[in-house]
C-alpha cells in the first residue's frame, strides 16, 4: 500500500474560520486507491509540530492531492463521525467515510496519541469495500 508522506518545508495555507490552519507537512495523505474512498484522507498527530491540537481526533478530506483549506472537510472520530468543519459531504460520501472511520479508529487514535509512526498507519489502515 503506498501513501504520500510529507516531509518538506510547509507551504502556506488560508485559514478556515472555524480551524486552526492546516500544516500539511505534519500530515499523511492516503489516496483513494488505498482507502476505497472517493477522496484523499489526511490524518496526523494531536501533537503535530510540537503544537497540540485544540480539538479531538478527527481526519480530514479532499477532493484531490492538492491541498486547498476552503475545500477540505474536517470530520471528527470519537465518539462517532461528526462534521465539524467545511464543506458537507454528500450523505452517501459521509456514509463511506463512517465505514472507513470504524473499519480503522483504534489505529486513527494509535496514530493521533502518537503510538505508531505515519508510515505504520498507511502500511496497516484497512480498505473499504
Known amino acids: 500500500m503506498v501513501a504520500h508522506l510529507m516531509t518538506s518545508s510547509p507551504p502556506t495555507t488560508s ?13 499523511t495523505n492516503i489516496r483513494p486507491d488505498c482507502t476505497g474512498l472517493p477522496f484523499v484522507v489526511w490524518v ?9 491540537a485544540p480539538h479531538s481526533a478527527r481526519v480530514k478530506v479532499s477532493s484531490g492531492p492538492k491541498w486547498i ?17 467545511g464543506p458537507m459531504l ?15 479508529r483504534e489505529l486513527l487514535l494509535e496514530l493521533w496519541e502518537g503510538d505508531i509512526f505515519h508510515q505504520d498507519f498507511t502500511d496497516r489502515q484497512r480498505r473499504i469495500d
Do not use: C, Y
Open 44 to 52: 496526523s498527530t494531536k501533537d503535530a509540530g510540537g503544537n497540540q
Open 15 to 27: 485559514s478556515a474560520p472555524a480551524e486552526e490552519p492546516t500544516n500539511l507537512w505534519l500530515m
Open 69 to 85: 483549506e476552503s475545500e477540505a472537510t474536517s470530520v471528527s472520530i470519537l465518539p462517532r463521525p461528526e462534521h465539524k468543519a
Open 90 to 104: 454528500r450523505a452517501r460520501d459521509f456514509e463511506k467515510l463512517s465505514r472507513w472511520i470504524a473499519l480503522n
